[in-house]
């Protein structure tokens, strides 16, 4: 037998660290204030955005010839965009799992819907909010709780020093901070 198919084992490979494990369960976490945005959204759409594009394709289809007009093209594809993100935003609620911040308020310990604040290996501190997959926003330092750095900061005290592995090697952070809102934010 080539030894191309045996199995070796090499008790280094056991000591490589490696990201925590996704969260079973497949959870759509998202604040109170998240999930009123994205109904908000998909109220909008229902109500105002597809009944006008509705009007303006049954126009254009009025007006005959419908291969060479673009208001009956463009009308079309514009209802199938909005009819998709409908069913996107619909299956999205569906699921979502809403989390309030503020029930960890005083709390050290770091849970969704912290804002934490930790160290790296350079010295530079940083700051950024736990957030549900449909609202983290990265431009402001919101990072979703299934990014790489949020796995390795929850559960996480003020003081605990953590290792993150990156693309790059191992960082080690040291937990500053944890903030919650202190009332829930609607």
Known sequence: MSKAFTKES???DDDE???PP?????KNYITPQGYARLRTELLDLIDN???K???????????GDRSENGDYIYGKKRLREI????????????????????LHHGIDQIFFGATVTYVDDAGLERTITILGIDE?????AQVSWVSPIARTLLKA???????LVTPTGVDELEVLAVHYPATPLV
């Not at 996704?22 to 497949?26: S, T, V």
């Not at 594009?53 to 007006?63: F, G, K, P």
């Not at 983290?136 to 402001?140: E, H, L, P, R, T």
């Not at 005290?157 to 290792?163: A, K, S």
Request: hydrophobic residues 45%.
């Open 10 to 12: 090499d008790a280094a």
């Open 17 to 19: 660290l490696q990201l």
């Open 22 to 26: 996704l969260p079973a369960g497949g």
């Open 49 to 51: 955005e597809r009944p």
């Open 53 to 63: 594009i509705v009007d303006a394709v049954y126009w254009a289809a009025s007006n």
């Open 83 to 102: 009819d998709r993100r409908i069913r996107f935003l619909t299956k999205r609620l569906e699921i979502a799992e809403v989390a309030e911040p503020s």
């Open 136 to 140: 983290a926003d990265s431009s402001q």
């Open 157 to 163: 005290h003020v003081g605990d020093v953590l290792r």
